[in-house]
Antibody
Framework: QVQLMQSGAEVKTPGASVKLSCRAS????????IYWVRQAPGQGLEWMGR????????TYARKFQGRVTMTSDTSTSTVYMELSRLRSEDTAMYYC?????????????WGQGTLVSVSS | DIVMTQTPLSLPVTPGEPASISCRSS????????????LDWYLQKPGQSPQLLIY???FRPSGVPDRFSGSGSGTDFTLKISRVEAEDVGIYYC?????????FGQGTKVEIK
């Protein structure tokens, strides 16, 4: 069955970086983009960007450009999202999700989420 | 960025009764190149990750009950639940994916009366 398994919770201080992982299984990894969406406590969903699983090419929301890096490792079917220069407003649940490269059908599977807490 | 506006933000519902949520976009979500309208609906149940309910305006993924339906055109969209069940409680989000950055509505909280 399709699974997106995310890494565990992180606690960081302001100014630090965090690198989250999302390991895919149960489907053909190269056939789906991986997206990152975050949700601050009690707030709505915010799209951060996506990575092509094979080419490694990325598209980021302008808000995060310069601070976010998404990478893909086809050998382990794992995607990483690194966010630098963390501030308290980055405290959120971070989700990965997938969508088809061809014949898009929306974000049909989501990871369980990784909670990132940023506090001094 | 395309702004997505949902109404209402809170929706008390009665099991067995119909319910609907509206979503409006600041730009058309219709792609004239392929004829698709790139509007999705997601449900986030309490304590869970979001789940896909409707994609590309009106398509229902396998496993999603047929009491959920999506409709609309251009900039105005509706999610309808024909007969609400207790398990339908949660926050419903519309999302556009015609243009980057993809953007979500604020969410509509559905709860049982």
């Amino acid at each position: 069955q399709v699974q997106l398994m995310q890494s565990g919770a992180e606690v960081k201080t302001p100014g630090a970086s965090v690198k989250l992982s999302c390991r895919a299984s149960g489907y053909t990894f190269p056939n789906y983009f991986i997206y990152w969406v975050r949700q601050a406590p009690g707030q709505g969903l915010e799209w951060m960007g996506r990575v092509h699983p094979s080419l490694g090419s990325t598209t980021y929301a302008r808000k995060f450009q310069g601070r976010v890096t998404m990478t893909s490792d086809t050998s382990t079917s794992t995607v990483y999202m690194e966010l630098s220069r963390l501030r308290s407003e980055d405290t959120a649940m971070y989700y990965c999700a997938r969508d088809r490269l061809v014949g898009t059908t929306g974000l049909d599977y989501w990871g369980q989420g990784t909670l990132v807490s940023v506090s001094s | 960025d395309i702004v997505m506006t949902q109404t209402p933000l809170s929706l008390p519902v009665t099991p067995g009764e119909p319910a609907s949520i509206s979503c409006r976009s600041s730009q058309s979500l219709f792609d004239s190149d392929d004829g698709n309208t790139y509007l999705d609906w997601y449900l986030q149940k309490p304590g869970q990750s979001p789940q896909l309910l409707i994609y590309t305006l009106s398509f229902r993924p396998s496993g999603v009950p047929d009491r959920f339906s999506g409709s609309g055109s251009g900039t105005d969209f509706t999610l309808k639940i024909s007969r609400v069940e207790a398990e339908d409680v949660g926050i419903y989000y519309c999302m556009q994916r015609i243009d980057f950055p993809w953007t979500f509505g604020q969410g509509t909280k559905v709860e049982i009366k």
